[in-house]
């Protein structure tokens, strides 16, 4: 699963760039707008770097 972390990151990151609200999209309702991130701790990791990212104004690094 440690290959598909940087995948999930960039995803979670374009899914938070669908948050129209800045501080919102920093501090998402995790149990209302993204529920299957709970349950699953590889998803719970790459959610929660996406979050810093943009709460940092950064970008996920692509190579």
Same mark, same amino acid.
């Given at each position: 699963?440690?290959?598909?972390?940087?995948?999930?990151?960039?995803?979670?990151?374009?899914?938070?760039?669908? &948050?129209? #609200? @800045?501080?919102?999209? +920093?501090?998402?309702? %995790?149990?209302?707008?993204?529920?299957?991130? &709970?349950? #699953? @701790?590889?998803?719970? +990791?790459?959610?929660? %770097?996406?979050?810093?990212?943009?709460?940092?104004?950064?970008? @996920?690094?692509?190579?």
């Amino acid at each position: 699963m440690n290959n598909q972390k940087p995948k999930l990151i960039h995803y979670y990151y374009q899914q938070l760039a669908l &948050i129209k #609200d @800045p501080y919102l999209r +920093a501090n998402p309702n %995790i149990t209302k707008d993204f529920p299957t991130v &709970i349950s #699953d @701790p590889h998803k719970f +990791a790459a959610f929660d %770097i996406a979050v810093e990212l943009h709460r940092d104004g950064s970008r @996920p690094w692509a190579g």
